[in-house]
């Protein structure tokens, strides 16, 4: 059966920016102007499509991201509408892992904002080309150019406006196209359509030059384009420069920077113009590696519809209605409802019932989905983010999905005996969907202990809790995740003997451990020598430390950051087994975090406070009374902005605190930034105050 969209007219793209940007109105534009809605929602009226959770209506955020498709000219756009807040930062990272491009949205006012730059580096990892929409450009303060300056100072990267704006603040009209060299006008009505207009005498020489600034940077950047501007420079046409701009966008060289008002309905044609035009199709991509399962070699399956089916798990959603959906992106072959594939990550066999395309929360049924697609599937019941679904014939693995570890942790008790049976259905359904949750029993306490990546984030968890599940509960003060490593490198011995009738439990190990980097993790290294521990033992032995890795010697933490190099050891014939060694392992582990003079870590945030300067000395003083440290600070039309790293533990209860000293006239973001290592006085409150509640 022959495909609706061919490859080349497919984008696949992440809408993506720091919080209040404008991503949800801009992306309610979108479908409006595409024909996939006819009412455009309103982010403060609740009214939105994309944010369909009463969460986030509530709240006036996008917490899920939420996928949608829709149809510009000949091609077809799946967008992935994503969180801004750093909470919710599982949201974007899985999203720019499946899709081929990034639209992403600043603010004129406030230019790239902290977020910004963790979004950015999130697509940076994943070589996501994108594009830059520097919306509001209708509100007070609003400077084209300075956030242009902004993205080459914060994001290291080099813009290439393709826009200029037409007007400024509240008398912006709309964008002149340096392309095309046409100006366009739009009215505040979404109904009425752009009216091209001259572009005004008094900026044609600074059109004109922006235009060659243009030509001139894109030069620099593409060999192809340089050669026409050195051979003739008034030859280069329209094509070639719409060709050179889409070389440098699909190879990530340049950024290119478009501008508008989306609240307004200004620019929005002109965006989705730039994201067929500019940004990747699947074809574009670099192909895609993957590992054979059976040879363990890496391999390279193309985008192609006749190719052995490889697609990728990045999202579980219980849906109330339809049960539990499993997003896919599928990067090559095939797939049919009904058909049974392999989950390669797990070797397990799942049968792929309904097919759906996803509108926010709306679904539409469909028989098959190719190359290309975002679809969600019912029926995968052993599938989860990150995995891999392929074809049985040729079991491919693709890389995984990496996200970052919760920083803070709540006790949560059911409040009454009904809610105890399905608090721990609910909380399975939600660390499912979500891998930056996580759920743990407390053996000591007999507490539920639930992490996440904020205060936010498990104050949403616990709403959805009672307005999705129905289950009321009891939630205790928020608790820091510390962690712990080891400073010195020790030599150790890890022996597990255990005698009994018949066979006995012999496994015996010498393990070296070493301090890493910060933020390195772990690092395992067999240096076994004339195999005086056989080759089937040594995974055990790495199990076993890790599993040693999971309570510190300081106060029960997780230990991080350290090498450890197995060298020596001894086996038993008969007595030796895999679970001796992984004993021993473990053993070794807790025997080189207590001598391996071990210290505490604490997450640090990285902070960004908005606020007028008249109160800049009173929040510089709260800033360090709370160990914080100023690393900058920008002063710009009457605001400041001050960038701090916090830790994580003075930042509770926060938004109260900046209220009260500056009359309610700051804002302010958190992220985390790194582990560091606590005070030497203040570790030793924080482990007794840990056994005193133990």
């Avoid at 909470?87 to 910004?116: C, I, K, M, N, P």
């Avoid at 469909?366 to 989860?384: C, H, P, Q, W, Y």
Wanted: proline share 4%; net charge negative; glycine share 8%.
């Amino acid at each position: 059966m022959p495909r609706s969209f061919p490859l080349e007219l497919i984008r696949n793209i992440a809408i993506i920016a720091h919080i209040d940007a404008g991503k949800t109105t801009t992306t309610e534009r979108i479908l409006f102007y595409t024909g996939r809605t006819h009412k455009i929602g309103n982010v403060d009226e609740g009214t939105t499509v994309m944010d369909f959770m009463q969460q986030e209506r509530e709240r006036g955020i996008t917490i899920k991201a939420a996928a949608t498709t829709t149809q510009w000219g000949e091609h077809r756009i799946n967008i992935i509408d994503t969180p801004g807040h750093v909470d919710f930062t599982a949201e974007v990272e899985r999203s720019l892992r499946v899709l081929d491009g990034g639209v992403v949205v600043l603010d004129a006012v406030q230019g790239v904002e902290a977020q910004s730059e963790t979004v950015w580096r999130q697509a940076d990892k994943y070589r996501v080309p994108r594009i830059c929409f520097i919306n509001k450009m209708d509100r007070t303060g609003a400077n084209f150019h300075r956030t242009i300056e902004m993205i080459k100072d914060r994001l290291h990267a080099i813009p290439i406006a393709i826009q200029l704006p037409l007007g400024a603040e509240e008398n912006y009209q709309g964008v002149i196209d340096l392309v095309e060299m046409k100006a366009w006008r739009f009215s505040n009505s979404a109904e009425e359509s752009a009216e091209e207009v001259k572009i005004p005498d008094e900026m044609l020489e600074t059109v004109k030059q922006a235009r060659y600034d243009m030509i001139e940077r894109l030069g620099e950047s593409d060999d192809r384009m340089m050669e026409s501007y050195l051979s003739n420079q008034d030859k280069i046409t329209i094509t070639d420069i719409k060709s050179a701009l889409r070389r440098v966008t699909v190879a990530n060289k340049c950024v290119l920077v478009l501008c508008g008002s989306s609240l307004k309905n200004k620019g929005i044609q002109n965006l989705l113009d730039a994201v067929v035009d500019y940004l990747p199709s699947p074809l574009d991509m670099p192909a895609l590696q993957a590992i054979n399962v059976k040879t363990e070699e890496k391999v390279i399956s193309p985008p192609e519809d006749g190719a052995p089916l490889v697609a990728l798990a990045f999202k579980v959603v219980t849906d109330p209605y339809m049960g539990r959906l499993v997003y896919l992106r599928l990067y090559s072959g095939r797939v049919d409802s009904g058909a049974t594939v392999l989950n390669s990550t797990r070797d397990k066999r799942e049968r792929i019932g309904r097919i759906v395309l996803m509108h926010a929360n709306h679904r539409e049924e469909i028989n098959e989905a190719d190359t290309g697609s975002i679809v969600a599937i019912l029926g995968l019941k052993e599938t989860f983010t990150g995995d891999t679904i392929c074809s049985s014939e040729k079991p491919l693995v693709l890389e995984s999905i990496r996200f970052p570890e919760p920083v803070i942790a709540v006790a949560v008790e059911p409040r009454t005996r009904a809610d105890q049976d399905k608090l721990g259905e609910a909380l399975r359904k939600m660390s499912d969907e979500d891998p930056t949750f996580k759920v743990d029993y407390n053996d000591e306490t007999g507490q539920m202990i639930i992490s996440g990546m904020g205060e936010l984030h498990l104050d949403v968890i616990v709403s959805r809790m009672l307005t999705e599940f129905g289950v009321t509960a009891k939630v205790g003060n928020p608790q820091v995740a510390y962690k712990e490593t080891i400073t010195e490198q020790v030599e150790v011995e890890g022996r597990f003997v255990r005698q009994s009738g018949g066979h006995g439990q012999y496994g015996h190990v010498w393990v070296k451990f070493e301090p890493l980097d910060k933020s390195q993790g772990f690092e395992f290294v067999e240096a076994i020598k004339g195999g005086t521990i056989p080759r089937k033992f040594i995974g055990p032995v790495e199990k076993g430390i890790k599993d040693g890795m999971q309570s510190g010697s300081l106060g029960g933490f997780p230990i991080v950051d350290i090498k450890a190099t197995l060298f020596d050891g001894s086996y038993h014939d008969v007595d030796s087994s895999d679970l001796a060694f992984q004993m021993a392992g473990s053993l070794a582990m807790k025997e080189g975090a207590r001598r391996g003079k071990p210290v505490l870590l604490e997450p640090i945030m990285k902070m960004e406070i908005m606020a007028p300067e008249q109160f800049m000395g009173d929040l510089i003083g709260d800033i360090n009374s709370r160990r914080g440290h100023i690393e900058n600070i920008d002063t710009r039309s009457g605001m400041t902005t001050i960038h701090a790293k916090v830790p994580l533990a003075q930042t509770f209860g926060y938004s109260t605190v900046i209220r009260s000293l500056t009359q309610g006239r700051a804002n302010y973001s958190l992220e985390f930034s790194h582990y560091q290592q606590v005070p030497r006085d203040l570790a030793e409150e924080i482990v007794n105050k840990g056994r005193g509640n133990a």
